[in-house]
C-alpha cells in the first residue's frame, strides 16, 4: 500500500506546485487563484494513475510520470482551460 500511496501523493504535491507556478506565469491568475492549483493537484492525481496504467501494459519508465503531470496541467490550464475575456479591466 506504501509503494502507491508515495508516489500518489508526490506526484499530487508537484501538480500542485506545477499549478502554482502557472499561476504566476499568467496575467489572468488574480481572479481565482485557488483555481489553478487545484488543477494541478487533480493533474497529478490523474498522471499517477495514468502512469500506473500505461507501466501495467507497456512498461512506461519512471521519468514519465513528472513529464505527464506538466503536460496535463499545461493542457488543462492553457489550450484546453476555459476562456477568459480579456477586456474587462
Known amino acids: ?22 499561476r504566476l506565469s499568467r496575467l489572468q491568475g488574480h481572479e481565482r487563484p485557488l483555481r489553478f492549483p ?18 501495467a501494459v507497456t512498461g512506461a519508465p519512471v521519468w514519465l510520470l513528472p513529464v505527464l503531470v506538466i503536460l496535463q496541467v499545461w493542457l488543462w490550464l492553457g489550450p484546453l482551460g476555459p476562456k477568459v475575456d480579456g477586456s474587462q479591466d
Open 1 to 22: 500500500m506504501l509503494d502507491l500511496l508515495l508516489p500518489l501523493s508526490l506526484s499530487a504535491v508537484f501538480g500542485t506546485v506545477v499549478g502554482t507556478l502557472f
Open 38 to 55: 487545484l488543477v494541478g493537484l487533480t493533474a497529478g492525481i490523474t498522471a499517477f494513475f495514468l502512469h500506473l496504467m500505461l507501466n
